[in-house]
């Protein structure tokens, strides 16, 4: 079988028709039975048996050995290890270098040659024209800047005297372009070649009309995908056949390339955005690429934004090559994630490397070796330094208390700057939707499947992050817990809910009277901020609430601006911020902001920024900042959003705020601000500012 790349959405992988060239396996029932012979007399399950026989391996009747899947996914791993084990990212750069090194020697050599044949003409005239004019491009290139962005620009603005090498810098220009798009978007990678200025006018149309419909959907309405395949389907080789497939193609690759931002050094990641930002001299594609980025985050944040890759190799990476090794890897993903999830006819159950099924009492936890629980283990460090212990747990729920109370972990030093890592299964006892979570006190994330699908690695008192899963009864789905402990407060555990004990909760809720009522006040209408349902004033509300909630009512015409959830002050100073608009009045607000700090508040140094909203014209002015302080950011991203009822869309606009005046007009373009290309920032938890 010959294995051939998958597009992303769609369904399965090809293989090559039988040709009877191909090696096979003489199997029969009775040789499958006697393999299973051993695990149907001590288990009595023909399922489990032939599940085990898959992941294992076997042999036929002629000694033919059949690779069991855990054997298959470990040998995509070490392929896995081998590629990045061998790749040294900086030489992204000094291939680049070499060639514009070799660009600006074929000019000197031009140059050169352009002297020496005026002083043949024996014209004096000429002589002295094209020295003056050689002495001047010599000067030029002995002041080209040493870093890669820089010469690339500088030289993007010399006049060639020598044609070949202008020419041959041009073809360089248009090669790295072509490749920077490709390792952007590498799975369309077809349909990023030869990417001529006119093809780069032509993307940027596209990706800008691919922002429109990700910005109309925001807004609750329906993109014509169907005539932007039309009119941009030749960049799509895999021929998507709904915008969702299309998003994911394209999500995947650019978390891939984040991926490959993340791994590399401060230094090389700023190299390399300098030389994008060269390359795509059009700033309005510049804007376009991080402002689908930005989309592409919020629409599936649950791919490995935020994760890196471990090179460790002397084999440097060229520029060229990146599309080729984000392929790659990608291409290994693929495979390991089909095999981690195969099914035999009759619903195998997941393929694991490590677990192992088998029947338990809880039927919920399993180690490697089939036992309950899940493989601990704990290291010296906050971040997993340096191995202390190992063992099966079988609780996952841990606040350790201090001797004589508990004791320490074996090979740990202290009840303080420790991590643990949980690994194993889970094993579904019901069909149905399921509540997976974690709650720790410091830091913790959650994998299910290879999955991050929790993560809160931050220091912080005790909470509860979950995700919702549907499983079949039966499935199971690897599980990996990642803990650190700074000081102070300590607690992990690890939660499940199955949709059993969701109903039982639901109808204990539905028992309990939880509908509290409100006096809205006259004169304005009120929205309530859990929902955004709009009420008028002079009237009493009440509905019910949770247990984590409160009436709380905020006035039409109000700006309420949000920030993200942090523990300390100055944890994120360039932090985005929300600022929600309650329609029906026309409202002001004056942000204020100080380092949090100290007292120079007091000696004039803080910003002030006004908000007035023109309900009428559905206007937001964002005014000129008043004021600044040391340390205060400079630029900040504002996601503008019109408050709206639960499942109905709620106007968003996101602008990039420098300290001038803007002025946004929701539901339509933004004015007096030009784009701005802003860093890719995550999604905000918003809490009041």
Same mark, same amino acid.
Request: with cysteine.
């Given at each position: 079988?010959? #294995?051939?790349?998958?597009?992303? $959405?769609?369904?399965?992988?090809?293989?090559?028709?039988?040709?009877?060239?191909?090696?096979?396996?003489?199997?029969?029932?009775?040789?499958?039975?006697?393999?299973?012979?051993?695990?149907?007399?001590?288990?009595?399950?023909?399922?489990?048996?032939?599940?085990?026989?898959?992941?294992?391996?076997?042999?036929?009747?002629?000694?033919?050995?059949?690779?069991?899947?855990?054997?298959?996914?470990?040998?995509?791993?070490?392929?896995?290890?081998?590629?990045?084990?061998?790749?040294?990212? $900086?030489?992204?750069?000094?291939?680049?270098?070499?060639?514009?090194?070799?660009?600006?020697?074929?000019?000197?050599?031009?140059?050169?040659?352009?002297?020496?044949?005026?002083?043949?003409?024996g014209d004096q005239r000429r002589q002295e024209i094209v020295e003056g004019a050689a002495n001047e491009k010599r000067r030029e290139l002995e002041e080209l800047p040493p870093d890669l962005a820089g010469k690339?620009?500088?030289?993007?603005?010399?006049?060639?005297?020598?044609?070949?090498?202008?020419?041959?810098?041009?073809?360089?220009?248009?090669?790295?372009?072509?490749?920077?798009?490709?390792?952007? #978007?590498?799975?369309? &990678?077809?349909?990023?070649?030869?990417?001529?200025?006119?093809?780069?006018?032509?993307?940027?149309?596209?990706?800008?009309?691919?922002?429109?419909?990700?910005?109309?959907?925001?807004? %609750?309405?329906?993109?014509?995908?169907?005539?932007?395949?039309?009119?941009? $389907?030749?960049?799509?080789?895999?021929?998507?056949?709904?915008?969702?497939?299309?998003?994911?193609?394209?999500?995947?690759?650019?978390?891939?390339?984040?991926?490959?931002?993340? &791994?590399m050094t401060p230094e090389q990641r700023a190299q390399l955005m300098a030389l994008s930002d060269a390359l795509l001299e059009d700033m309005d594609l510049r804007w376009q690429v991080d402002q689908l980025s930005?989309?592409?985050?919020?629409?599936?944040?649950?791919?490995?934004?935020?994760?890196?890759?471990? #090179?460790?190799?002397?084999?440097?990476?060229?520029?060229?090559?990146?599309?080729?090794?984000?392929?790659?890897?990608?291409?290994?993903?693929?495979?390991?994630?089909?095999?981690?999830?195969?099914?035999?006819?009759?619903?195998?159950?997941?393929?694991? &490397?490590?677990?192992?099924?088998?029947?338990?009492?809880?039927?919920?936890?399993?180690?490697?070796?089939?036992?309950? %629980?899940?493989?601990?283990?704990?290291?010296?460090?906050?971040? #997993?330094?340096?191995?202390?212990?190992?063992?099966?747990?079988?609780?996952?729920?841990h606040r350790w208390p201090d001797p004589p109370l508990g004791s320490v972990p074996p090979g740990l030093s202290s009840l303080e700057r420790f991590s643990a890592r949980w690994t194993g299964e889970l094993v579904?006892?019901?069909?149905?939707?399921?509540?997976?979570?974690?709650?720790?006190?410091?830091?913790?994330?959650?994998?299910?499947?290879?999955?991050?699908?929790?993560?809160?690695?931050?220091? %912080?008192?005790?909470?509860?992050?979950?995700?919702?899963?549907?499983?079949?009864?039966?499935?199971?789905?690897?599980?990996?817990?990642?803990?650190?402990?700074?000081?102070?407060?300590?607690?992990?555990?690890?939660?499940?809910?199955?949709?059993?004990?969701?109903?039982? =909760?639901?109808?204990?809720?539905?028992? =309990?009277?939880?509908?509290?009522?409100?006096?809205?006040?006259? $004169?304005?209408?009120?929205?309530?901020?859990?929902?955004?349902?709009?009420?008028?004033?002079?009237?009493?509300?009440?509905? !019910?609430?949770?247990?984590?909630?409160?009436?709380?009512?905020?006035?039409?015409?109000?700006?309420?601006?949000?920030?993200?959830?942090?523990?300390?002050?100055?944890?994120?100073?360039?932090?985005?911020?929300?600022?929600?608009?309650?329609?029906? !009045?026309?409202?002001?607000?004056?942000?204020?902001?100080?380092? %949090?700090?100290?007292?120079?508040?007091?000696?004039?140094? /803080?910003?002030?920024?006004?908000?007035?909203?023109?309900?009428?014209? /559905?206007?937001?002015?964002?005014?000129?900042?008043?004021?600044?302080?040391?340390?205060?950011?400079?630029?900040?991203?504002?996601?503008?959003?019109?408050?709206?009822?639960?499942?109905?869309?709620? *106007?968003?606009?996101?602008?990039?705020?420098?300290?001038?005046?803007?002025?946004?007009?929701?539901?339509?373009?933004?004015?007096?601000?030009?784009?701005?290309?802003?860093?890719? =920032? *995550?999604?905000?938890?918003?809490?009041?500012?």
């Amino acid at each position: 079988m010959v #294995f051939a790349r998958r597009q992303a $959405g769609q369904p399965g992988y090809r293989y090559s028709r039988w040709d009877g060239t191909q090696t096979g396996f003489d199997l029969d029932a009775d040789q499958l039975l006697a393999e299973m012979g051993d695990d149907l007399l001590y288990h009595g399950d023909l399922n489990a048996a032939l599940r085990r026989l898959m992941q294992q391996g076997f042999r036929d009747r002629n000694d033919e050995r059949l690779m069991g899947l855990r054997e298959m996914i470990e040998r995509l791993k070490e392929r896995r290890r081998q590629e990045l084990e061998s790749r040294d990212l $900086g030489g992204v750069y000094d291939d680049i270098a070499e060639q514009l090194d070799e660009v600006v020697g074929m000019e000197r050599t031009g140059i050169d040659r352009r002297v020496d044949d005026a002083l043949r003409s024996g014209d004096q005239r000429r002589q002295e024209i094209v020295e003056g004019a050689a002495n001047e491009k010599r000067r030029e290139l002995e002041e080209l800047p040493p870093d890669l962005a820089g010469k690339v620009q500088a030289l993007q603005q010399y006049e060639f005297m020598h044609d070949a090498a202008r020419q041959r810098f041009e073809e360089l220009m248009d090669e790295l372009r072509e490749q920077l798009m490709q390792s952007y #978007f590498n799975q369309l &990678s077809e349909g990023m070649q030869n990417m001529s200025p006119e093809r780069m006018a032509q993307m940027k149309d596209m990706l800008a009309e691919l922002n429109q419909m990700l910005e109309q959907r925001e807004r %609750g309405e329906e993109p014509d995908f169907d005539g932007f395949m039309q009119r941009h $389907g030749e960049f799509f080789p895999g021929n998507p056949q709904t915008l969702d497939e299309l998003l994911e193609q394209m999500a995947q690759s650019m978390a891939q390339m984040q991926q490959l931002l993340n &791994s590399m050094t401060p230094e090389q990641r700023a190299q390399l955005m300098a030389l994008s930002d060269a390359l795509l001299e059009d700033m309005d594609l510049r804007w376009q690429v991080d402002q689908l980025s930005r989309n592409l985050q919020q629409a599936f944040p649950n791919l490995p934004w935020q994760q890196s890759q471990r #090179f460790g190799g002397d084999d440097p990476l060229q520029f060229g090559q990146m599309p080729g090794l984000l392929d790659t890897l990608g291409d290994l993903d693929d495979l390991e994630h089909l095999l981690n999830s195969a099914r035999s006819p009759a619903r195998l159950a997941k393929v694991d &490397s490590n677990p192992a099924p088998g029947r338990l009492v809880e039927e919920a936890r399993q180690s490697p070796d089939g036992r309950p %629980g899940l493989v601990l283990e704990y290291f010296d460090g906050m971040n #997993f330094e340096r191995p202390a212990s190992r063992t099966v747990d079988t609780v996952i729920e841990h606040r350790w208390p201090d001797p004589p109370l508990g004791s320490v972990p074996p090979g740990l030093s202290s009840l303080e700057r420790f991590s643990a890592r949980w690994t194993g299964e889970l094993v579904a006892s019901e069909s149905g939707e399921h509540e997976i979570g974690v709650e720790g006190d410091d830091g913790f994330r959650l994998w299910l499947d290879g999955r991050l699908v929790v993560e809160d690695w931050a220091n %912080g008192g005790p909470r509860f992050k979950g995700h919702r899963v549907t499983l079949s009864e039966g499935q199971s789905l690897s599980v990996r817990i990642d803990f650190y402990q700074d000081t102070h407060g300590r607690l992990l555990r690890l939660a499940w809910r199955t949709p059993s004990q969701a109903r039982e =909760l639901g109808e204990l809720q539905r028992k =309990l009277d939880q509908r509290q009522a409100t006096l809205l006040p006259a $004169g304005c209408d009120w929205y309530d901020f859990w929902t955004g349902e709009r009420h008028a004033g002079g009237q009493q509300v009440a509905r !019910a609430y949770a247990l984590d909630e409160f009436p709380l009512y905020v006035r039409a015409g109000a700006i309420v601006p949000m920030g993200p959830a942090v523990q300390y002050s100055g944890e994120r100073r360039d932090a985005p911020w929300e600022i929600r608009l309650h329609p029906g !009045a026309d409202g002001q607000f004056t942000l204020y902001e100080d380092d %949090g700090e100290t007292y120079r508040y007091e000696r004039g140094e /803080r910003a002030t920024i006004a908000l007035r909203w023109d309900d009428a014209r /559905r206007t937001l002015h964002i005014g000129a900042r008043q004021g600044r302080y040391p340390g205060m950011a400079m630029q900040r991203e504002l996601r503008v959003r019109l408050v709206a009822p639960a499942g109905q869309a709620a *106007p968003l606009k996101t602008v990039q705020y420098r300290g001038r005046a803007v002025t946004l007009h929701l539901g339509h373009d933004i004015t007096q601000a030009a784009p701005d290309a802003g860093a890719n =920032l *995550p999604d905000i938890t918003p809490q009041p500012l």
